[in-house]
C-alpha cells in the first residue's frame, strides 16, 4: 500500500525504487512536452490529457500561469514515463493495467501525492 496515495501496487514491479522528488520547481519545456505526450498517447485519446497538454503549451509559450495542477500533472507523466521505459513497455505500447497501476502508483508515491487530495488534472480540464 501507498503511503501517500494510499493505493495497492507492487515495488519490485514498478520500474524503479520510490524516489524522493518534489514538483513544486519545475519548468515547462518543450522536451518535457513532447515527453508528456508521448507517453499519453499510449492510452489512446483522452478529453482530459489532450486539455493538459494543451495547458502545458500554452505555459510553455508564456500565455498562461503555471498552477500546482499542472507542475504535477507534467512531472507525474515525465516519471511515469521513465517508469515504463525502465519495466521495458515499449513506446507506444499501452502495457497491461497492473503495469499501469504499478507505474502509476510508484510516481505518485515519488512525489508523495494523494491525487484524491492533490489532482493531477486541472479542474477545467474534466469540465469541458
Known sequence: MGEYSGREFFKDKCGGKILDLDYKNTTIT???IETVKEHTSRFGEDHANQKMIE???AIERGELEITEYDKRYYTHEIRESQRYDNMGVEKGEKGSFEQWNDAHTAT????KINEIEQPLYHPEALNE
Open 30 to 32: 518543450k522536451e518535457g
Open 55 to 57: 495547458r502545458l503549451e
Open 108 to 111: 505518485l508515491e515519488d512525489y
